[in-house]
T-cell receptor
Framework: GENVEQHPSTLSVQEGDSAVIKCTYS??????FPWYKQELGKRPQLIID?????GEKKDQRIAVTLNKTAKHFSLHITETQPEDSAVYFC?????????FGSGTQLTVLP | EAGVAQSPRYKIIEKRQSVAFWCNPI?????LYWYQQILGQGPKLLIQ????????DSQLPKDRFSAERLKGVDSTLKIQPAKLEDSAVYLC????????????FGPGTRLTVT
């Protein structure tokens, strides 16, 4: 089955700086790569996703890049704000099952 | 539109007892998922339904866990008997279809087994 590794496990940045979270996957059949944000005690919510026929996608301060050859994808958050503090999960799906990474605790320091 | 509903939100039981969780997906969503999220980890898929049929239950501990989705809408997940290591948040999610479709999560049920 699919195996998704996520780094770093914790990340602290100053408000206004950028944050980058990286994930690798193992199954070359994976074709959908969502990123979820989970605030403490709340449900995971999709913030951005990318499909395997696209190399990069941007939505305001958030962007995701995908390198299919190397089997890795990254989340980039620019101009971070305190409300960006949360746990971020990457995920990858082969045709049927979504596999999540272990999560990154992002803390934005004021 | 209404989101994914789950109940109860919290449950505390003793080991060897049984427990059941309920999920109501977003209307029209054919695919329903149950995940187990242990503190500090990402969600782990337990079972996936497409309408009322099981698509994937490879990570479901079938000796103690069971799930059903009658009539292709609501679903229940049962644990019997519970173990200490079952303490986790159980998340239900739904999507229009399987694979590359956005999954919408419910608020989860936090289970504590003592």
């Amino acid at each position: 089955g699919e195996n998704v590794e996520q780094h770093p496990s914790t990340l602290s940045v100053q408000e206004g700086d950028s944050a980058v979270i990286k994930c690798t996957y193992s199954d070359s059949a994976s074709n959908y790569f969502p990123w979820y944000k989970q605030e403490l005690g709340k449900r995971p919510q999709l913030i951005i996703d990318i499909r395997s026929n696209v190399g990069e996608k941007k939505d305001q301060r958030i962007a995701v890049t995908l390198n299919k050859t190397a089997k890795h994808f990254s989340l980039h958050i620019t101009e971070t704000q305190p409300e960006d503090s949360a746990v971020y999960f990457c995920a990858a799906t082969p045709p049927r099952q979504l596999t999540f990474g272990s999560g990154t605790q992002l803390t934005v320091l004021p | 539109e209404a989101g994914v509903a789950q109940s109860p939100r919290y449950k505390i039981i003793e080991k060897r007892q049984s427990v059941a969780f309920w999920c109501n997906p977003i209307s029209g969503h054919a695919t329903l998922y149950w995940y187990q999220q242990i503190l500090g980890q990402g969600p782990k898929l337990l079972i996936q339904f497409q309408n009322n049929g099981v698509v994937d239950d490879s990570q479901l501990p079938k000796d103690r866990f069971s799930a059903e989705r009658l009539k292709g809408v609501d679903s229940t997940l049962k644990i019997q008997p519970a173990k200490l290591e079952d303490s986790a948040v159980y998340l239900c999610a739904s999507s229009l279809g399987s694979g590359a479709n956005e999954q919408y999560f419910g608020p989860g049920t936090r289970l504590t087994v003592t």
